[in-house]
């Protein structure tokens, strides 16, 4: 396969995780991951459409036919499931006729056998081995997630969650490397590191130089906060998110050390938590990148 036809894949394969996530929202917006479910299926159809020489149809059900006589004797299966989804979708779109909760569940179970089977059957590949790093343009943070995939198939927890760490701390530090200032400031950190009460004398009370220990911890914590919301990175998954990754160490030399790993388990749907975090934040960084290298205003006291 092309690297095209991968990133395809992967951009089909995430769209589709999209509509997981939708429906398992209460109701009834868990109603509109039947939209995107039939948009992901359309986006595969046209990849084997255009990778077949097939005209693309103008109505949804024609794929099967179009698809098949071209492929023979590979034949596109799940024609009556997927007629079944489609109507669920005309019904939503154009009659606001809401699905009920065991509808999306079925539709979600009914999409994924879809890509499963024919994932394999046209593009030789397990729809849940596809992999969303591909999307990521940031060098270090693809190369140490791709790593943390391979170990986390091996078994190796340690090294795994090692390499996931990486990834999202090299994505957040080759992020900003070109938005500093000729201080190597960054924009999204706020005001100047605040120090606690370990520089008073010995002499000064002990309850006066806990107060400001706790007041010094207190704006640092602020501060962690408001660099990673001003980032654009989502709070509450990263809450979730930091309870797997131990201490992230970084250097003035732009490189990053791992404090030692705690957690000894994760269970795949861990891990993909992990991971689908960290991709969907390098996108929202890819989405909106700029350089401000080396320009001299930025004033966050």
């Not at 190369?143 to 994505?171: C, R, V």
């Not at 002990?206 to 704006?219: H, K, V, W």
Request: net charge neutral; aromatic share 14%.
């Amino acid at each position: 396969m092309t690297t095209a036809i991968v990133k395809r894949l992967a951009l089909i394969r995430y769209y589709f995780n999209q509509g997981v996530r939708q429906a398992s929202l209460i109701d009834p917006l868990n109603g509109f991951s039947i939209l995107i479910f039939h948009d992901s299926i359309e986006l595969f159809l046209n990849l084997i459409c255009e990778i077949n020489d097939v005209k693309v149809p103008g109505n949804f059900m024609e794929y099967w036919d179009v698809i098949n006589r071209k492929t023979t004797p590979k034949e596109l299966t799940y024609k009556s499931p997927m007629e079944k989804l489609n109507k669920a979708r005309v019904g939503f779109k154009h009659h606001g006729i809401i699905p009920s909760k065991a509808d999306v569940e079925s539709f979600k179970v009914i999409t994924e056998n879809f890509f499963n089977e024919n994932s394999l059957l046209f593009f030789n590949i397990e729809f849940g081995k596809i992999s969303l790093t591909n999307l990521i343009s940031y060098k270090r943070a693809k190369e140490n997630l791709k790593k943390s995939e391979a170990t986390f198939e091996k078994g190796t927890i340690d090294e795994s969650i090692t390499y996931l760490t990486k990834a999202y701390a090299y994505l957040i530090l080759d992020y900003e490397s070109n938005k500093r200032d000729l201080t190597y400031r960054s924009p999204f950190q706020i005001g100047d590191h605040v120090h606690g009460a370990f520089r008073f004398s010995n002499k000064v009370d002990p309850e006066i130089r806990r107060y400001f220990d706790s007041i010094a911890n207190s704006i640092t914590r602020i501060q962690e906060t408001l660099h990673l919301v001003t980032l654009g990175i989502d709070y509450k998954q990263y809450i979730k998110f930091s309870t797997f990754i131990p201490k992230i160490l970084r250097t003035t030399d732009d490189e990053v050390f791992i404090g030692q790993v705690e957690i000894k388990s994760i269970t795949p749907v861990d891990f993909d938590f992990c991971r689908n975090f960290i991709i969907e934040t390098a996108l929202k960084f890819q989405e909106f990148d700029f350089d401000l290298k080396g320009i001299e205003f930025f004033t966050f006291k």
